[in-house]
């Protein structure tokens, strides 16, 4: 078991629809399951198609964001 959780994150790769606040919503309910994961911990998204203001996670990426990470 990990003794620290560092994030949480989702990936939502669709082809038409933006990550989406209910995302983001479901994402942090789920962090109660996680052991470690405490209500401070970073929420993570990743979306092909952007996302919907206010979706309250931590850090946003797109494609340009994966693939420059994949370049490192």
């Given at each position: 078991m990990a003794e620290t959780i560092a994030f949480l994150g989702s990936i939502k790769w669709r082809d038409s629809r933006p990550f989406t606040r209910a995302d983001a919503a479901a994402l942090a309910?789920?962090?109660?399951a996680v052991p470690g994961a405490g209500p401070e911990i970073l929420l993570i998204g990743v979306s092909r198609n952007g996302f919907e203001p206010r979706s309250n996670l931590g850090v946003e990426l797109g494609p340009e964001d994966v693939l420059g990470a994949a370049s490192l």
């Open positions: 309910a789920q962090r109660a």
